[in-house]
Every structure is written in structure tokens, then in C-alpha cells.
Nanobody, 132 residues
Framework: QVQLVESGGGLVQPGGALRLSCAAS????????VGWFRQGPGKEREFVGS???????????YYAESVKGRFTLSRDNTKNTVSMQMNSLSADDTAVYYC??????????????????????WGQGTQVTVSS
């Protein structure tokens, strides 16, 4: 079993920045996609971005249009962590942010998994509030 823990959330003013981290423990995978989702008040959980790595290729990222150019995902495999740098934040970014992971195989290694039910392991979330 894999355990995921998000950190780095908090209160930030519009236009500000935050860096979220997702730390993995327990079983880890060589071929994995880690996705970030968020759920704002009264909204459904939505895809934010993902980062994929396999033993046969380097890392690749995929972002929702709403955050493309503002959010950046990265991986530190020595620490089993995935980070998401969030810049130019607005009130629309206020949400609980979750990281999630799924195992990839040679037959299934897309980099555009964007549905919650496509991910097998989930963290408990971290709150991001953007307000003046």
C-alpha cells in the first residue's frame, strides 16, 4: 500500500504563490503517474495537473487549461516527493488540493489521466485559500 501526504497549503493573497508537496511512503513504483486534483467549495473534484515517469522514458507533465502556464509540477525521486509550484494565484484557485497516484504499465502509460477514478492512491488533502 502507498501512503500520500500533501503539505504546503495555506493562505495567500491574490497574485501570490505557493508550493505544494506530495510525499509518498510505503510501496513505491518505478512507473508512476502522480496527479493533482482540487475541490473548491460546492464544486466537484477537478483535475489540475499530473507528472508521469517510466523506466523507458523521462518525465512528462500534463496540465489543465485553467492552470497551464501558472502551475509547474516536478519530481524529486530521491525523496519520493512531487511538488507543484503555483503562481499567479486567484480566488478561483481556492480549494482543497489532493495528490493521487496510479501504477503505469507498458500497456497503459498515458500522461493524460485526468479523472479521479483513474487514480488508486490518494492523500488527505491540503487547504489552499487565496484571499485579500
Amino acid at each position: 500500500q502507498v501512503q500520500l501526504v500533501e503539505s504546503g497549503g495555506g493562505l495567500v493573497q491574490p497574485g501570490g504563490a505557493l508550493r505544494l508537496s506530495c510525499a509518498a511512503s510505503g510501496r513505491t513504483f518505478s512507473n508512476t503517474v502522480v496527479g493533482w486534483f482540487r475541490q473548491g467549495p460546492g464544486k466537484e473534484r477537478e483535475f489540475v495537473g499530473s507528472i508521469r515517469w517510466t523506466s523507458w522514458s523521462g518525465a512528462s507533465t500534463y496540465y489543465a487549461e485553467s492552470v497551464k502556464g501558472r502551475f509547474t509540477l516536478s519530481r524529486d525521486n530521491t525523496k519520493n516527493t512531487v511538488s507543484m509550484q503555483m503562481n499567479s494565484l486567484s480566488a478561483d484557485d481556492t480549494a482543497v488540493y489532493y495528490c493521487a497516484a496510479r501504477l503505469l504499465t507498458l500497456l497503459n502509460y498515458r500522461d493524460d489521466y485526468d479523472r479521479p477514478d483513474e487514480y488508486h492512491y490518494w492523500g488527505q488533502g491540503t487547504q489552499v485559500t487565496v484571499s485579500s
